[in-house]
């Protein structure tokens, strides 16, 4: 039967031909890195505004004015600065009352922040690098890659018991081939994909942050306090376990951001302009002495 003589990198391969020939590989603009997706924008959003709901059926949602405004004053201005429009975005801003150091954003442009989190940023410049970065997740797809790589890896395993079923493998032999699968899959997979996620939501997430008129050099402190306060014990770091945090992140950041000034201090001129018009014009308004 030919179905057992597939090997599991064959099927793998295979999947990654039929999907680069008909629609599944894409590039992230912003870096030219290329990626396969075998979900649709529109089916990654469907998820993205689907767990959004749920999260704000099953987290308490805050009502403090200052902060729902510097989040929205802040994640508007990123939104205007992705300079794409990400398909089927609905922009929405919600903070979530948490002690979590946590912030998140899905496809569909849902993006939350936890109260915890806000009391550490001390800048909407600190705020715009987490923002930032979070939306650069969803800009350049990174769920929908991850959903691909669990397909994939899905493939592979049922492509292992069909090999495994036409060598007539003992079955305590196949329990370590699954387990050393499994594993493998996790460390040498996943992993590195989620690493090289943060470092690319990093790089596009300071320059939205920069072109949203937002000081790029917050992001190296931000992350420092990040690191201080996962060293308290007090608050658990869910935000460091998904968001590796060690020292060359940081230095990293401090590498990227003066080429990105000029960009910044172009934008926040622009966007300060802006805020100001409507200032001008209601003062103007308002005085009866000046027609
Ligand atoms: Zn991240």
Same mark, same amino acid.
């Given at each position: 039967?030919i179905a057992m ?5 064959g099927?793998?391969s295979?999947?990654?031909?039929? !999907?680069c020939g008909w629609?599944g590989?894409?590039?992230?603009p912003e870096t030219?890195?290329?990626q ?5 924008a529109?089916?990654?959003?469907a998820?993205?505004?689907s ?8 987290e308490?949602?805050s009502?403090?004015?200052m $902060?729902?405004d ?7 201005r990123?939104?205007a ?10 922009w929405?801003?919600?903070v979530?009352? /948490? ?6 954003a ?7 922040v936890?109260?915890g989190?806000?009391e550490?940023v001390?800048?909407?410049d600190?705020?715009?690098a ?5 939306i650069?997740?969803?800009?350049s797809?990174?769920s ?6 669990q397909?994939m ?19 305590s ?8 699968l499994?594993?493998g ?9 989620s690493?090289l996620h943060e470092?690319e !939501?990093?790089?596009?997430g ?9 000081d790029?050099?917050a992001? $190296? ?6 690191k201080?306060a ?7 770091p869910?935000?460091? /376990? ?5 020292d060359?992140r940081?230095a990293?950041?401090?590498e ?5 000034l000029?960009?910044y201090r172009e934008a926040?001129a622009k966007?300060e302009?802006?805020e100001?018009e409507p200032?001008?014009?209601?003062e103007?308004?308002a005085?009866?002495?000046n027609?």
């Amino acid at each position: 039967m030919i179905a057992m003589t597939i090997r599991p990198t064959g099927i793998v391969s295979l999947i990654a031909l039929l !999907a680069c020939g008909w629609s599944g590989c894409t590039t992230v603009p912003e870096t030219g890195r290329s990626q396969l997706l075998l979900i649709s924008a529109e089916q990654e959003t469907a998820m993205g505004l689907s767990a959004f709901s749920q999260i704000k059926q099953e987290e308490p949602i805050s009502t403090n004015k200052m $902060a729902i405004d510097q989040v929205n004053r802040v994640g508007r201005r990123i939104a205007a600065s992705v300079g794409r429009e990400l398909p089927h975005a609905e922009w929405e801003f919600v903070v979530f009352e /948490s002690e979590q150091l946590n912030a998140f954003a899905l496809p569909g442009g849902k993006v939350g922040v936890y109260t915890g989190l806000l009391e550490l940023v001390e800048s909407d410049d600190e705020l715009a690098a987490v923002i930032g970065h979070e939306i650069a997740h969803v800009t350049s797809r990174h769920s929908g890659e991850r959903v691909t790589q669990q397909m994939m890896a899905g493939a592979v395993a049922l492509g292992a018991e069909v090999y495994m079923e036409s060598e007539d493998m003992a079955s305590s032999d196949r329990w370590v081939a699954r387990t050393l699968l499994g594993a493998g899959t996790q460390v040498g997979v996943m992993l590195p994909f989620s690493r090289l996620h943060e470092t690319e !939501a990093d790089v596009i997430g300071l320059r939205f942050a920069a072109g949203a008129g937002y000081d790029p050099r917050a992001a $190296a402190t931000f992350w420092q306090k990040m690191k201080a306060a996962s060293g308290e014990g007090g608050r658990p770091p869910e935000f460091l /376990s998904t968001h590796p945090s060690p020292d060359n992140r940081i230095a990293r950041l401090q590498e990227l951001a003066p080429a990105l000034l000029p960009l910044y201090r172009e934008a926040k001129a622009k966007f300060e302009a802006l805020e100001m018009e409507p200032i001008m014009d209601r003062e103007i308004g308002a005085d009866p002495g000046n027609k």
